[in-house]
């Protein structure tokens, strides 16, 4: 079965230290990942996915498929990265997305 | 463009009374994608829709729900007697193709008391 851990529920930083939040999954395929943001009082939104391999807002993340994970990663943290932000995959085609539970990212000044 | 609308945002139902849960899509959007989120929970798949057709129901329950998006007009979840186990908040999403990215909507918080 399809299935995306976040091991995080609550990742507290320094403003300018790195930041590293984790996503493991488990599936047979060759999945597409997501990692979508949720920013206070506004609706989730794409981050970036795998296949597209950009960088968005300074974040990058890796497709590791050996370990099957998904990290989610950033040199210097910054005040505004604080919000909720969800690993997903989906088999090729983009439908449905099956979504970890979230890590809530606080950034401190 | 608007992006996606749902409504309405907040939503009380007492046990046993049906709720309706409506979703515009962006425009040009023909694809439309239902989750639900129970707390401390991530967002789970109900439902997939293209106009008139349901393509994907294995994450709704079998009884009480149902959804639809017609040719002209919102997509509508339904839930009817509803129970306080439904109690989440309800998103959807939409897109333009079934590879393209989803675009969610704010959700609609549903309450049962």
């Known amino acids: 079965a399809q299935r995306v851990t976040q091991p995080e529920k609550l990742l507290s930083v320094f403003k300018g230290a790195p930041v590293e939040l984790k996503c493991n999954y488990s599936?047979?395929?060759?999945?597409?990942l997501f990692w979508y943001v949720q920013y206070s009082r506004q609706r989730l939104q794409l981050l970036l996915r795998?296949?597209s391999r950009e960088s968005i807002k300074g974040f990058t993340a890796d497709l590791n498929k050996g370990e099957t994970s998904f990290h989610l990663k950033k040199p210097f943290a910054q005040e505004e990265d604080s919000a909720m932000y969800y690993c997903?995959?989906?088999?090729?085609?983009?439908?449905?997305?099956?979504f970890g539970k979230g890590t809530r990212l606080s950034v401190i000044a | 463009n608007a992006g996606v609308m749902q409504n309405p945002r907040h939503l009380v139902r007492r046990r046993g009374q049906e709720a309706r849960l409506r979703c515009s899509p962006m425009?040009?959007?023909?694809?439309v994608y239902w989750y639900r989120q129970l707390p401390e929970e991530g967002l789970k798949f109900m439902v997939y829709?293209?106009?008139?057709?349901?393509?994907?129901e294995s994450g709704m329950p079998k009884e009480r729900f149902s959804a639809e998006f017609p040719k002209e007009g919102p997509s509508i979840l339904r839930i009817q007697q509803v129970v306080r186990g439904d109690s989440a908040a309800y998103f959807c999403?939409?897109?333009?193709?079934?590879?393209?990215?989803?675009?969610f909507g704010p959700g609609t918080r549903l309450t049962v008391l």
């Open positions: 999403a939409s897109s333009p193709s079934q590879t393209d990215t989803q675009y």
């Open positions: 599936y047979s395929g060759s999945p597409e």
């Open positions: 795998h296949i």
């Open positions: 997903a995959l989906a088999d090729s085609g983009n439908t449905p997305l099956v």
């Open positions: 425009k040009g959007h023909s694809h």
């Open positions: 829709l293209q106009k008139e057709n349901i393509i994907d």
